[in-house]
């Protein structure tokens, strides 16, 4: 995990068509809402000043959900990673028209983020909701929820942070249980174990939205550091 070299990735480069409203977002509003990561640390108190505590999302998509959430919690900041720029474009759009200065964008590889960019312990949350499911078996180690990543991940947050996953696809629900279950730092959020039920604070995503079209059952994971 800690190889610039690597080559598995949890994404394909999709060039999805930008609109001429993306396309416009991505130029003209990146300079107030886009990070350009370099190898270094970002210093994420400095980015987020006034918020009192800092959530990171992963692959946000279209970004709606990502949207939602910082309206309704201004006090928290949000750094999303997503590497598909139709998805950012938008989301950019979004962020200006309701005027929220909560939220941070970056546009890469969210494991070269982490290794390099993310500090130890400045995280009070992480999301990763309905990450690519890679269902045939030679695309499993495509899986973004795998042991090496979530030892990437777990240093990054505070003390008391916590990691949020959620996906429609049960194979890969049980993988992410079965890998947080195994990390010795975190403590399943669940009362009883398992799966946790669906926060309600949690905005419907795209990709839960077709999910359910298609009668797919959801399962969310809270899990807490020790
Ligand atoms: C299945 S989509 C889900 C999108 C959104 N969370 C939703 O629920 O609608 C997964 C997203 O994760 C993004 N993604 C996958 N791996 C990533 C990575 N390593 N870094 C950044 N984004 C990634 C993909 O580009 C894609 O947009």
């Not at 929820?145 to 990054?156: E, G, N, R, S, T």
Request: proline share 7%; aromatic share 8%; glycine share 8%.
């Amino acid at each position: 995990m800690t190889d610039k070299r690597r080559t598995i990735h949890s994404f394909v480069r999709r060039q999805g068509r930008l609109t001429t409203s993306q396309r416009r977002a991505l130029l003209e509003l990146w300079q107030d809402y886009g990070i350009d990561v370099t190898d270094q640390p970002l210093v994420l108190a400095d980015v987020f000043g006034d918020c009192q505590s800092i959530v990171l999302e992963i692959g946000f998509g279209n970004g709606d959900s990502l949207c939602r959430q910082a309206q309704a919690h201004p006090h928290i900041g949000y750094l999303g990673i997503e590497v598909y720029q139709p998805g950012v474009g938008r989301l950019l759009n979004q962020l200006a028209d309701h005027q929220l200065t909560n939220v941070k964008l970056i546009c890469e590889d969210a494991v070269t983020v982490l290794q390099h960019n993310i500090p130890t312990g400045s995280l009070d949350g992480v999301q990763i909701f309905f990450p690519d499911p890679w269902p045939k078996k030679r695309h499993h180690k495509r899986r973004l929820i795998q042991p090496a990543f979530i030892d990437l991940l777990v240093p990054k947050l505070t003390a008391t942070g916590c990691i949020h996953l959620a996906t429609d696809w049960p194979p890969y629900a049980q993988q992410m249980l079965t890998v947080l279950e195994a990390h010795p730092q975190l403590v399943n959020g669940a009362a009883e174990g398992g799966y946790y039920p669906r926060p309600t604070q949690r905005p419907l995503t795209k990709f839960e939205q077709r999910g359910e079209r298609l009668g797919h059952p959801v399962f969310d994971l809270l899990f807490q550091r020790a």
